[in-house]
């Protein structure tokens, strides 16, 4: 993995905040994420993608199938080192250190940076210890019963399920199991959390739900989020990346096309393929 | 069917109002009853006959070799059996406690042996790389050691345990076993493992799980039910098996433990080496005490299965 410079400059000390460089203007930045180009093996997923994900902002990656936006955002907390023959072009900064840095631990950043994902994935174990599992992953030594309650009812389950704590994960409905996914990855208060199209095997109701829930937690923590459905997009984020496919130069490379607050996104796209995106006219 | 259809279509195309009418037109309802004289009928009814004789057919060994241990070894069961030495020839009465015993602690032995080694390298075989040599010789290793015949691990472990520490033992039988079930608790955990979702194991390590946590704390504890049922798999079957037994744990008509000392390095009794022991003698009483023994072995075999899946049911359930 190619090491930038700036990276180089930063201390290795653990601590998590570098104070040098460019990104002193751009305080609130949490991730800086920027792809030159994205290998799996000799396929070229992405190329050319920057993206800031910004503190206590809700960023949206939208775009056709195929672009590459899942991709971008499992690169945010390595879960593309599982990939076999993946490789990377560019950096990720979080809170301005290298994360794919040799001497950075992986595991270590997927406690910084938790994930919930397209399905929902719970535990075949009950209710509480899903949500306990990340406090038993840190050897969280204190209230654990606490815990778990703050992390349901910050994900809006816990009246849900306040009786049945000892009941299976997977007993619960598809929008339930989906928000225990959410309680359980916020159970560690994670800087960001990343969510790989988190309703798209939800029905609206329960689709609804978890979007009020984004909404909510974004006061907290900052939140990444893939989706495919623009209007979820245009609902719930603060700055959204559109990205596009390139079929030109043989294969199919996603790309950046264009970013930038929601609002003027979706309303008034500077771009002729964020235009044709938006309004539906597409090939 | 064709000329109405086709008179059918004539005339609608003249009377446009005329389709609408009869969406049915055209469907034979006598095509839909079941008849006797078509032969997908009969050829339906031949088979399930087949196959349901076939089945009772296949039962009929299980069954006789139940009612026949129930018939002759129940008669004779007694709390005596379970508390006392087995009798010399012509002797009366006597038991098999020592041989129970002895089944117990070298099945228990293998299992200490063979479940942590099973597991660990189902875990190698199913965490390792797609296409990794050295799996799939694991993986080739225990296909090839399920159809080990089992005097050859009794051979193996005469010359690996006997030999060497000098003696008969329990612990020379429970190698010899352990080999025997290495291979189905292997597989079996492997299979187990892989049955887990990938969304889970993604999902683990989407939370800043590291490997070992991740197989400890997610595919294990998901895998477990089907883990439990090779292991119990495999003591069913090494608690039957003699052949092994007859080089390496031997016999013996003492209990194990004499002046308040257990003593694992002394031949042992079992009830697989008691049953070829006494069934070929020409005494009634030691005859007789085989299908005692016999009952007895199955029972235990039965009653380890009820807990395994007893347990498997609980850990489904919490």
Request: aromatic share 8%; charged share 15%; proline share 5%.
């Amino acid at each position: 993995m190619p090491v930038t410079i700036e990276t180089k400059e930063h201390p290795q000390d653990g601590k998590p905040r570098g104070d040098a460089g460019r990104k002193a203007t751009n305080d609130n930045v949490v991730i800086d994420c920027h792809i030159k180009e994205l290998y799996y093996g000799t396929f070229k997923a992405v190329r050319d993608t920057a993206i800031p994900v910004k503190k206590n902002a809700i960023t949206a990656f939208i775009g056709p199938s195929g672009c590459g936006k899942s991709t971008v955002l499992r690169c945010l907390n390595r879960m593309n080192d599982l990939v076999r023959g993946f490789r990377f072009e560019g950096h990720v900064h979080f809170r301005g250190r290298d994360i794919y840095h040799p001497s950075v631990d992986a595991v270590a950043v997927r406690r910084f940076i938790g994930m919930v994902f397209q399905q929902p994935n719970p535990f075949a174990t009950s209710i509480y210890n899903n949500v306990a599992f990340g406090l038993r992953l840190n050897n969280f030594k204190g209230d654990r019963h606490a815990k778990v309650e703050e992390a349901l009812k910050r994900a809006a389950l816990w009246e849900e399920v306040k009786d049945k704590l000892h009941n299976s994960g997977l007993s619960l409905s598809g929008g339930q199991q989906q928000r225990l996914c959410i309680a359980r990855a916020i159970a560690t208060e994670p800087e960001v959390l990343l969510m790989d199209e988190p309703c798209s095997a939800l029905d609206p109701i329960a689709t609804r739900k978890v979007e009020e829930l984004m909404l909510e937690l974004k006061t907290r923590f900052t939140i990444a989020i893939v989706t495919h459905n623009l209007h979820q997009a245009q609902r719930v984020s603060d700055v959204t990346g559109f990205l596009y496919v390139d079929t030109t130069q043989g294969g199919r490379t996603g790309y950046l096309v264009e970013f930038g607050e929601s609002k003027q996104l979706f309303e008034d796209p500077k771009e002729k393929h964020t235009k044709e995106y938006i309004r539906g006219e597409f090939s | 069917m064709a000329t109405p259809d086709a008179t059918n279509s004539s005339l609608l195309s003249t009377l446009p109002a005329e389709p609408d009418l009869n969406p049915f037109a055209g469907v034979d309802f006598a095509e839909l009853e079941t008849s006797l004289r078509r032969p997908r009928t009969l050829i339906n009814i031949l088979l399930t006959w087949l196959v349901a004789g076939m089945t009772l057919l296949a039962l009929i060994p299980l069954f006789s070799v139940v009612w026949m241990l129930l018939w002759r070894g129940g008669r004779k069961l007694s709390l005596a059996l379970f508390t006392q030495l087995p009798p010399a020839p012509l002797e009366q009465g006597g038991g098999f406690g020592n041989a129970i015993v002895g089944t117990l602690i070298i099945v228990a032995l293998a299992a200490l042996i063979s479940i942590p080694l099973g597991i660990l390298s189902a875990v190698f075989m199913a965490q390792a790389p797609p296409g990794s040599r050295l799996a799939s010789v694991v993986r080739f290793a225990a296909k090839v050691l399920t159809g080990f015949p089992s005097i050859l691990a009794g051979v193996f472990a005469y010359g690996a345990v006997v030999l060497t520490t000098g003696g008969y033992s329990a612990i020379a039988g429970a190698v010899a076993v352990s080999i025997l079930m290495l291979p189905t608790i292997t597989l079996t955990a492997e299979d187990a493992i892989r049955m887990v979702p990938a969304k889970m194991k993604e999902a683990a390590i989407g939370m800043g799980a590291t490997r070992t946590q991740t197989v400890t704390m997610v595919l294990l504890p998901t895998a477990f039910p089907g883990i439990l049922t090779g292991i119990m798999l495999a003591i069913a079957r090494a608690a039957g098996e003699t052949a092994p037994l007859l080089f390496t744990a031997l016999f013996s008509n003492y209990w194990l433990i004499s002046n308040h000392h257990l003593n694992l390095m002394q031949p042992t009794a079992s009830l697989a080496v008691l049953i070829y022991n006494f069934a070929g003698m020409p005494f009634q009483n030691q005859v007789e005490m085989a299908w005692a023994a016999a009952l007895v072995m199955v029972l235990m075999v039965l009653i380890t299965n009820l807990i395994g899946q007893s347990l498997s049911r609980r850990q489904i359930q919490s």
